[in-house]
């Protein structure tokens, strides 16, 4: 064990290639985690925003907010379902503005809403928004007056909340009027009467089972809706749960590829010491302590690399201009990532224990 | 090259374990190019597999065919612009569809049958010809969109009996119909009964003959308020996230090229400091350098023919056994230049080796002792 560290210590140039691919592949990890997780941050900002913890859907909408409708009676039954201590209506149109001064326009979500929920305080006054802080990119600032949709109607940003974006759009919090004018004008084919609502958040009331309380609502509806939790609705969001899978295998074949780095480089180690090893061997080394240093040595190696990456997705990431690419590289993210990439690197140089246990400490002495 | 057959042939782990990981990177590279292609044209095939050279989209709707909608007005403006043969509206919505009594989602194109926006790629059946008539992707068959098959929307309205099959015309990754618009319109307003108008969400122009699609498209956005026109790529290459998925797998294949030369480079530069005393000694006897890159170039030639073997073999089965309900494709022009980057980019990371091989200087045999030379 001393060996292998001091080896590190004093050789490391022997170590750069393997070194240089295992750095690579964590940039390349790192970079495509941050992507899946700035993508599904940036989608589901305003159903992680809900203290509620079941949505009410119609049941024709597949649970999507856009396609859903809650009528008024629809409410009422179900503010009326014992366990329900609150139930308030939330909506969503997907429209383009226009920035003053800006050539782009930007992609938002008017999301339409009753009351203060997660970091979102109450709704602004009719014709105003709360705008997500992403919008700055687009060259928004608090005060400006932004042109909605094909009818070019005035909403006025009047300060900006976090985290309350869908589908990487930018989120414009509103109040539930202002919300349903912009819809009728923007998608005359969506447009909602009074009182009607996409979806309903429901609080649950205390003690009472949220899955009892779901099943009690749809019934009550007679079937015409559909209430799931909050994390079912996440996972029911367009493209949600295929990105994840489309990244997942990204980043399992990129490990694979990481453990296949270890795995050939320190077989190919092992083979040109083969002769060593018998001598360490012959004078009393055991397969398992040889073994030992060469693990030691690729987890350190592996850990090294790992921590150059990060530090250079983290510099990168500074370089991104923002909005540009929906990169958000998450504390979890990068200890995940690790400790595959330490496993990868621990089942690589198995690879090699055969090779050492196989040594004949005779043939030391030819 | 004796040499290199015979060194390969003693030491057929080292060499077998290079090829396979050779392998598995090249397939990497195949398996993410087919991935891209199928996930782009299952995002936006319905956009290139339509008859209108161009699409007029709503200035605010970003390019997105679902936030898009055109006035009346801007219908009967496009219309008017010189250089438009005819012009045609085009809606889009995204469905709950109940089909084999199951509810899915699915895109719904509506267009006028004999105008532009057509779906081009009818593979069975044909082009509905009749209100409550659909053509279907026949990605989707297997979730209740047959041929001859009936669906209809979960909200009621018209019943869609699918006459025609599409292929590579699916859009937003999900079953997609094509039916006349006043279907469509109805199918609108099932949904939503307080619908105010169906607007189209794009509409499809055909250019008179001899304008240029491109110089019509930017005729139409400088003329008509408040649109944007596209060509049809256009339209396809700036659909929203294309160009997002197309940047990042880029940049996953570029890595996964160094990737590949890092560890064709390392392994024979390795293999060669390991031979250093024997090279030498055979140049000390006349071996030629010319000989002795000959015999590198054998084995990279050799580990390089062995790993694209592996590699078409696992794109082979994991083709045929893949079921992602995407429509996978493998064009050979990808596999050949994919083969030939990665050989060239092989010999480029060897070449290190090569140095070292052409620097071996044959006197420097004299004075090593592990050759038998003085210290």
């Given amino acids: 064990m001393r060996l292998a560290v001091l080896e590190l210590r004093r050789k490391p140039l022997r170590f750069a290639v393997v070194g240089t691919a295992l750095w690579l592949l964590t940039v390349l990890l790192l970079f495509l985690g941050g992507l899946l997780d700035g993508l599904y941050l940036g989608s589901t900002g305003v159903l992680r925003q809900q203290d509620a913890q079941l949505l009410t859907f119609s049941s024709d909408s597949r649970t999507s907010l856009i396609r859903s409708r809650i009528d008024v009676e629809t409410r009422q039954q179900v503010e009326a379902v014992p366990g329900v201590a609150d139930a308030d209506g939330l909506g969503l149109a997907l429209v383009g503005a226009r920035v003053p001064d800006e050539t782009e326009p930007a992609n938002t979500a008017v999301v339409g809403y009753e009351t203060a929920t997660g970091s979102v305080p109450d709704p602004p006054a009719a014709g105003t928004a709360w705008a997500d802080r992403s919008l700055e990119a687009n060259g928004v600032s608090v005060g400006d007056v932004l042109e909605m949709g094909p009818q070019q109607v005035p909403l006025e940003v009047v300060g900006w909340i976090e985290d309350g974006n869908y589908l990487g759009q930018s989120g414009l919090w509103v109040d539930p009027a202002t919300w349903r004018g912009i819809l009728a004008s ?140 929906p990169f958000q590289l998450e504390p979890a993210r990068i200890l995940s990532s690790l400790a595959l990439l330490l496993v990868v690197a621990t089942l690589g140089s198995v690879i090699s224990l055969r090779r050492v246990t196989r040594i004949d400490p005779a043939s030391a002495i030819g | 090259m004796l040499l290199a057959r015979s060194e390969i042939g003693r030491a057929k782990l080292r060499f077998g374990l290079l090829a396979g990981a050779v392998g598995l990177l090249v397939f990497l590279i195949l398996f993410f190019q087919v991935l891209l292609g199928s996930l782009i044209t299952s995002f936006i095939g319905a956009i290139r597999e339509q008859s209108a050279p161009v699409l007029v989209y709503g200035e605010d709707a970003r390019q997105n065919v679902a936030g898009s909608i055109i006035t009346p007005p801007q219908v009967e403006a496009i219309a008017a612009v010189d250089g438009v043969a005819a012009s045609a509206p085009l809606g889009e919505a995204t469905f709950t569809m109940v089909a084999d009594g199951e509810q899915v989602d699915a895109s719904i194109f509506g267009f006028q049958p004999g105008g532009p926006g057509e779906p081009t790629n009818v593979v069975a059946g044909r082009l509905p010809a009749a209100p409550g008539e659909a053509l279907a992707s026949r990605e989707s068959a297997q979730e209740g969109f047959g041929l001859g098959d009936t669906v209809s929307t979960a909200s009621g309205g018209a019943e869609l009996v699918i006459v025609g099959q599409t292929a590579n015309s699916l859009y937003s990754a999900a079953p997609t119909l094509w039916t006349d618009f006043d279907t469509y319109g109805e199918l609108r307003r099932a949904v939503n009964p307080d619908a105010a108008a169906v607007l189209p969400s794009l509409v499809a122009v055909q250019p008179a003959d001899g304008v240029d699609a491109s110089t019509l498209a930017d005729r139409i956005t400088a003329e008509v308020e408040g649109v944007e026109a596209l060509t049809r790529d256009d339209a396809a290459a700036r659909a929203p996230g294309v160009a997002e998925v197309n940047t990042s797998f880029f940049l996953v294949l570029g890595l996964t090229f160094v990737v590949v030369t890092l560890v064709v480079g390392f392994f024979f530069l390795i293999l060669t400091v390991q031979k250093q005393d024997a090279l030498v000694l055979l140049r000390a006897v006349g071996a030629s350098p010319g000989y002795l890159i000959g015999n590198l170039f054998t084995q990279i030639a050799v580990v390089m023919g062995l790993g694209l073997l592996v590699a078409y073999g696992l794109l082979a089965l994991f083709v045929s056994g893949s079921d992602a309900g995407l429509p996978l494709t493998v064009s050979v022009g990808t596999v050949l230049a994919t083969s030939v980057a990665v050989v060239v980019l092989a010999a480029l990371g060897a070449s290190v080796a090569i140095v070292r091989v052409v620097r071996e200087d044959p006197a420097t045999v004299v004075s090593r002792q592990s050759l038998g030379g003085l210290a």
Avoid: W
Avoid at chain 1, 306 to 322: K, M, S, W, Y
């Fill in chain 1, 186 to 325: 923007s998608r005359p084919d969506s447009s909602l009467p009074e009182g009607t609502f996409q979806t309903l958040a429901v609080t649950v009331a205390d003690g009472a089972d949220p899955d009892e309380v779901a099943a009690a609502i749809d019934a009550a509806t007679g079937g015409l809706t559909r209430t799931v939790d909050v994390e079912a609705a996440i996972g029911s969001i367009p493209g949600i749960d295929e990105q994840a899978s489309t990244f997942n295998q990204i980043i399992g074949t990129t490990l694979l590829v990481a453990g296949v780095v270890v795995a050939l480089f320190f077989a190919l180690l092992t083979l040109e010491r083969t002769r060593l090893y018998g001598v360490f061997k012959a004078i009393g080394a055991s397969s398992r302590q040889i073994f030992a240093s060469v693990l030691t040595q690729s987890l350190v190696i592996t850990a090294v690399s790992f921590v150059l990456g990060t530090l250079f997705v983290e510099l990168a990431a500074l370089g991104i201009p923002p909005g540009a690419v």
